[in-house]
C-alpha cells in the first residue's frame, strides 16, 4: 500500500485492514470499553504504521454530529474528464473527513439549464441545508438565488467561477487572469519573432468574462511586454456544434496558415489532428488543460505545451475548508483560493496523466 493511501485511511477502512470492528477501533483509540491487549497492540501498531490522521472525530462520534455540504454544480458530456476530475476530489475529501462527520449532497445539472440549478438550490433550502459550494456557468441567471441564501446566512463559498455580484465566504479555482499571463510567456518561449498567431476560441465562449474573458485579458496586457513582436490574427470563433467546430477549425488554419496557434477553449484535439495529417507538427500548438484525447499529441510535441489546472486539488481544497470552517471554526483567510498552474509538455506529460488516461 502506497503513502498516499496511508494518509488517506479511514477507520473503517483500517477496522477492515485489522479484521476488527469499528467500534473495538474507536474504543481502543479512546481506551474506552474492554478489549484485549493483544488487540491493543495490533490497533496501535496499524496506527503507527499507516501514519492515521489524528482528527476531532471523537467528539463528532460521541454527539453524533454531522456536517453536510452541499455542492451544487453543473456538467457538459463534451468535456467529461473536467467534472471527473472536480468529482474525484470531491470524493477523495470525503474519504479523508468521513470519520468527522462530514457528508455531501451533490446536485449536478446540465451547463445549459440554469434553471434546474437554480430550483435545486432552492430546494437544498427548503430541506434545511446550511452550506454550499456553487459552481455555475451561467451566473447571470443564478446568482440572485446565491445571494438569497447568502442574505439568509447561509455558508457560501464559490467553485471555479467568480461571480462579481456575489460576496461568498471565499472563491476557490485558479487564477485565470494569471494562466493568460503565462500564456503569452509560452507564446514568448516557444514562438520566433514575428510569428503569426492565431487564437482559438468557441463561439459559446463568447461572453464568458468569468474564464475565457480573465484569460484573454492577462494574455492580451502580457503581450506589449514581451520583447519579441508577434502578428495577431482576427481571432476564430469556432461553432460550439463539435461536427461544425473541427470544419471551421481546419478552415482557418488551412487559409490562414498561422506560425502559432493559441487554443482558448478545449479545441487542441482538433488542432492537433489538422497540424498532424498535414504535416505542419512545426507550427506551435498551445492550450489548455490536460485530458485523455490530447494525451498522445503532447507525448509526440505536436502539441508544445499546456497550461494545466489541478481540478481534483482544487474541488477537495473547497471541501475541506468549508468543513474545516463548520466543523472546527476555522475561518477563511483569504477572498480568493488560487491553486498553482501547471505547465504540461512531452517530458513532464507522464506525471500530469489521471489514471483513467492510462
Given at each position: 500500500?502506497?503513502?498516499?493511501?496511508?494518509?488517506?485511511?479511514?477507520?473503517n477502512?483500517?477496522?477492515?485492514?485489522l479484521?476488527?470492528?469499528?467500534?473495538?477501533?474507536?474504543?481502543?483509540?479512546?481506551?474506552?470499553?474492554?478489549?484485549?491487549?493483544?488487540?491493543?497492540?495490533?490497533?496501535?501498531?496499524?496506527?503507527e504504521d499507516?501514519?492515521?490522521?489524528?482528527?476531532?472525530n471523537?467528539?463528532?462520534?460521541?454527539?453524533?454530529?454531522?456536517?453536510?455540504?452541499?455542492?451544487?454544480?453543473?456538467?457538459?458530456?463534451?468535456?467529461?474528464?473536467?467534472?471527473?476530475?472536480?468529482?474525484?476530489g470531491?470524493?477523495?475529501a470525503?474519504?479523508?473527513?468521513?470519520?468527522?462527520?462530514?457528508?455531501?449532497?451533490?446536485?449536478?445539472?446540465d451547463?445549459?439549464n440554469?434553471?434546474q440549478?437554480?430550483?435545486?438550490?432552492?430546494?437544498?433550502?427548503e430541506?434545511?441545508?446550511?452550506?454550499?459550494?456553487?459552481?455555475?456557468?451561467?451566473?447571470?441567471?443564478?446568482?440572485?438565488?446565491?445571494?438569497?441564501?447568502?442574505?439568509?446566512g447561509?455558508?457560501?463559498?464559490?467553485?471555479?467561477?467568480?461571480i462579481?455580484?456575489?460576496?461568498p465566504?471565499?472563491s476557490?479555482?485558479?487564477?485565470?487572469?494569471?494562466?493568460?499571463e503565462?500564456?503569452?510567456?509560452?507564446?514568448?518561449?516557444?514562438?520566433?519573432?514575428?510569428?503569426?498567431?492565431?487564437?482559438?476560441?468557441?463561439?459559446?465562449?463568447?461572453?464568458?468574462?468569468?474564464?475565457v474573458?480573465?484569460?484573454?485579458?492577462g494574455?492580451y496586457d502580457?503581450?506589449?511586454?514581451?520583447?519579441?513582436?508577434?502578428?495577431?490574427?482576427?481571432n476564430?470563433?469556432?461553432?460550439?456544434?463539435?461536427?461544425?467546430?473541427?470544419?471551421?477549425?481546419?478552415?482557418?488554419?488551412?487559409?490562414?496558415?498561422p506560425?502559432v496557434?493559441?487554443?482558448?477553449?478545449c479545441?487542441?484535439?482538433?488542432?492537433?489532428?489538422y497540424?498532424?495529417?498535414r504535416?505542419?507538427?512545426?507550427?506551435?500548438?498551445?492550450g489548455?488543460?490536460?485530458?485523455?484525447?490530447?494525451?498522445?499529441?503532447?507525448k509526440?510535441?505536436?502539441?508544445?505545451?499546456?497550461?494545466?489546472?489541478?481540478?481534483?486539488?482544487?474541488s477537495?481544497?473547497?471541501?475541506?475548508?468549508?468543513?474545516?470552517?463548520?466543523?472546527?471554526?476555522?475561518?477563511?483567510?483569504?477572498?480568493?483560493?488560487y491553486l498553482?498552474?501547471?505547465?504540461?509538455?512531452a517530458s513532464?506529460?507522464?506525471y500530469?496523466e489521471?489514471?483513467?488516461?492510462e
Amino acid at each position: 500500500m502506497s503513502n498516499n493511501t496511508k494518509n488517506r485511511m479511514t477507520m473503517n477502512q483500517l477496522a477492515k485492514e485489522l479484521n476488527i470492528s469499528r467500534t473495538t477501533l474507536y474504543n481502543i483509540m479512546h481506551q474506552k470499553g474492554a478489549f484485549s491487549e493483544e488487540t491493543e497492540k495490533r490497533v496501535f501498531k496499524a496506527l503507527e504504521d499507516y501514519n492515521f490522521r489524528a482528527n476531532n472525530n471523537a467528539r463528532n462520534l460521541a454527539k453524533h454530529r454531522e456536517y453536510k455540504i452541499a455542492f451544487v454544480g453543473f456538467y457538459s458530456m463534451r468535456f467529461k474528464y473536467f467534472f471527473d476530475e472536480i468529482d474525484a476530489g470531491i470524493e477523495r475529501a470525503l474519504a479523508d473527513y468521513e470519520d468527522d462527520g462530514l457528508q455531501i449532497i451533490k446536485k449536478y445539472s446540465d451547463r445549459e439549464n440554469p434553471g434546474q440549478q437554480i430550483i435545486d438550490l432552492k430546494e437544498l433550502d427548503e430541506q434545511g441545508i446550511e452550506n454550499f459550494i456553487v459552481f455555475c456557468y451561467h451566473y447571470e441567471y443564478v446568482y440572485p438565488q446565491i445571494q438569497k441564501l447568502i442574505e439568509k446566512g447561509k455558508n457560501v463559498m464559490l467553485f471555479s467561477r467568480r461571480i462579481p455580484e456575489v460576496q461568498p465566504l471565499c472563491s476557490v479555482g485558479c487564477n485565470d487572469y494569471l494562466s493568460g499571463e503565462l500564456m503569452m510567456e509560452l507564446l514568448h518561449k516557444f514562438a520566433p519573432e514575428g510569428s503569426r498567431v492565431q487564437l482559438l476560441i468557441s463561439e459559446h465562449n463568447h461572453h464568458d468574462n468569468l474564464v475565457v474573458g480573465e484569460r484573454l485579458a492577462g494574455f492580451y496586457d502580457a503581450l506589449p511586454k514581451s520583447k519579441k513582436r508577434f502578428e495577431i490574427l482576427e481571432n476564430a470563433w469556432t461553432s460550439p456544434v463539435p461536427e461544425e467546430e473541427k470544419g471551421e477549425i481546419r478552415r482557418v488554419l488551412e487559409e490562414r496558415n498561422p506560425d502559432v496557434v493559441l487554443d482558448f477553449v478545449c479545441n487542441l484535439e482538433y488542432a492537433a489532428r489538422y497540424l498532424e495529417e498535414r504535416g505542419k507538427q512545426n507550427t506551435v500548438l498551445l492550450g489548455y488543460d490536460v485530458y485523455p484525447e490530447i494525451v498522445p499529441y503532447i507525448k509526440n510535441s505536436t502539441i508544445d505545451a499546456v497550461v494545466y489546472q489541478d481540478l481534483s486539488s482544487q474541488s477537495y481544497k473547497a471541501v475541506q475548508l468549508m468543513f474545516e470552517y463548520i466543523c472546527y471554526g476555522k475561518r477563511m483567510k483569504q477572498e480568493n483560493y488560487y491553486l498553482p498552474l501547471n505547465v504540461v509538455f512531452a517530458s513532464n506529460c507522464v506525471y500530469f496523466e489521471c489514471s483513467d488516461m492510462e
